[in-house]
């Protein structure tokens, strides 16, 4: 609960019997709240021919007396004193052991007399506030700069707010409240003196703490029955007292309510749009959030759409055939397996075991190895190859002994792909070509949320450089292929089984960003290609033998004579106009 000082002031006009009670009558607060006193002299506070010496004289009391005072208050509360002059601080001294804190009116800020003999006291185990009322910031720091060199204290706190007759709700000082926390990282007081039978005088003090009060400080008087003579327009009586710790104590426990409630979650519970399958999926397909799903409020039980995309980010897939019409549950996901999936072959008639020749010390199969290797998010590397004799030696390349070698159909790379995913149980295919030695982490894994997220079939770049691309496909997506080609004669060009086929399959082109695109050929097919990967290799690995795309992007943006080295060369299945031809005719699926 906020911290409260009830303010006596000098409601008490002199009378001992009315201070005291006074006090008792807010007996039973006793946490978290404090009580000021504002004991004074006439002679230390005055001269005699000031208007209200006469005042000061009444509402004086002796030393004695402010000891029976406070020992009554500190019974139950944090006695404060208020000081005005020499005489505060004897009273202060005398009773120092009972004192919670001071506070020091910003008029008294200027008495550097009454400073200097505060300095010579122990205040370390009290707080002391300043009351910066009228002064500006740079005034403020100088003040507060001054005090917490001077005097040893134990918190010090700064209170906005000033008494005036009458204090106008606009004078309250409400709006300096987070300025001036914010400038001096301390404790705020607020002080209102609006006048006590105005029931804002029951709410301000509530929106000082809104607006970041630490502490508020109230004037009190006895009920309207007393004679009051002094400080009664900004005072409230116990019973208004009341009323205003109540306010305060809603306020706080409304700020210690949790975040979100239970009657909130129930409306959230009750209220939202659940997402339901706009057609029938299957196990292994991915889900799209936006093009899969329609959002209805239903009875059905379900996982909702953040739910779901939590799912779709950590590369889950469907692992069940669902209705359309259904929602979906977090038990019909699983975790997808995804392997690399690397094709090569020693057939090569343009450029003769192509997949054995060196980039430096490694084959350039070996190299299109390693960076698989270091793909993310990735279960399985398989080098796939043929069961022909001519295709053994590759078992002796594969980098590493946590590579898979497979070996399968010579000619039906679909069928040799299947039969991989079928053996291990594989749910999504990074498709990589042996002769692709420069393929990067960076690229995958834009095209691998991409995948999941879209709830793709088939992923791949709408542009790359040559031999940098990656296809993303998943493995239900390929099983359907060949069910509609038992025997896929072009199936080396497995991409076209897919591009050719929109309507059956949900491709998804990402643009890659352009740090990752170039107008650069880094396949292997001739000659020239390895010479331009010998020269890349021999400038990149004497820094670094992990390079990365990147890298290789930087240095041939430098340096045109090498990358210019096969830029004449295209690719066959880009230009062969008969070959096209072909492909549109016999990859494409046909339906009676």
Not at 164 to 173: F, M
């Amino acid at each position: 609960m906020s911290y409260t000082i009830i303010e006596v002031a000098n409601t008490h006009g002199g009378n001992a019997e009315y201070l005291n009670t006074l006090i008792d009558s807010f007996s039973q607060y006793n946490e978290n709240i404090g009580i000021k006193f504002q004991p004074l002299h006439p002679d230390k506070l005055a001269t005699t021919d000031f208007v209200a010496y006469e005042i000061y004289k009444k509402l004086h009391f002796e030393n004695g007396q402010w000891k029976s005072f406070i020992v009554n208050a500190s019974r139950t509360k944090d006695v404060w004193l208020d000081l005005f002059d020499d005489y505060g601080v004897e009273v202060l001294e005398d009773n120092i052991q009972l004192v919670h804190g001071i506070k020091l009116q910003v008029s008294v800020l200027f008495n550097f007399s009454l400073v200097e003999k505060l300095s010579g006291l122990d205040l370390s185990n009290l707080k002391l506030i300043i009351n910066v009322a009228s002064l500006n910031e740079e005034e403020i720091r100088y003040h507060y700069d001054k005090i917490k060199a001077s005097l040893n204290v134990k918190e010090l706190l700064i209170e906005v707010g000033f008494q005036a007759y009458p204090t106008t709700i606009t004078d309250s000082g409400l709006s300096k409240i987070q300025v001036v926390k914010d400038l001096f990282n301390c404790k705020i007081v607020f002080a209102d003196h609006v006048d006590g039978t105005n029931e804002l005088a029951l709410w301000l003090p509530v929106l000082a703490i809104a607006s970041g009060a630490d502490c508020i400080e109230k004037h009190v008087m006895l009920s309207d029955d007393f004679n009051t003579e002094f400080d009664f327009y900004s005072s409230i009586t116990p019973k208004k007292f009341d009323i205003l710790m109540e306010r305060v104590a809603l306020y706080d426990s409304l700020m210690k309510e949790p975040f979100i409630n239970n009657r909130e979650q129930i409306y959230l519970t009750n209220s939202i749009l659940k997402p339901i399958l706009k057609k029938d999926k299957y196990n292994g397909n991915g889900i799209s959030l936006v093009n899969d799903l329609e959002y209805k409020r239903s009875n059905k039980n379900g996982i909702n759409a953040i739910e779901i995309e939590k799912l779709l980010n950590s590369y889950h897939i469907l692992s069940s055939d669902i209705k359309a019409g259904s929602t979906l549950m977090k038990h019909d996901f699983k975790k997808a397996t995804i392997a690399v999936v690397i094709a090569a072959r020693l057939k090569s008639s343009r450029l003769k075991e192509k997949a054995l020749l060196k980039i430096g010390s490694l084959t350039t199969i070996e190299k299109c190895i390693k960076n698989a290797c270091a793909f993310e998010n990735v279960n399985n590397v398989i080098l796939a190859t043929s069961t022909l004799d001519s295709d053994t030696p590759l078992k002796n390349y594969t980098f590493s002994d946590k590579v898979i070698f497979h070996r399968g159909d010579p000619d039906d790379v679909i069928d040799r792909y299947l039969q991989i995913v079928r053996d291990l149980k594989i749910d999504v295919i990074i498709r990589v070509t042996g002769d692709n030695p420069f393929i990067d982490n960076s690229i995958l894994q834009i095209l691998l949320n991409s995948h999941f997220k879209t709830g793709a079939d088939y992923t791949t770049a709408k542009e790359a450089a040559i031999g940098t691309n990656l296809e993303i496909i998943n493995s239900s997506a390929l099983e359907e292929v060949k069910s509609y080609f038992p025997n896929a004669a072009y199936s080396e060009y497995m991409t076209w089984y897919f591009t050719n086929n929109e309507s059956y399959f949900n491709l998804n082109f990402v643009n890659l960003p352009n740090e990752l695109i170039r107008p650069y050929r880094l396949t292997l097919d001739y000659d020239l290609d390895l010479e331009m990967f010998r020269k890349i290799h021999e400038h990149l690995s004497v820094n670094n033998t992990d390079y990365n795309l990147k890298d290789v992007f930087t240095f041939l943006d430098a340096n045109n004579e090498i990358s210019s080295i096969n830029s004449h060369i295209s690719a066959k299945y880009k230009t062969d106009q008969s070959l096209i031809d072909t492909l549109n005719e016999k990859t494409k699926i046909k339906t009676l």
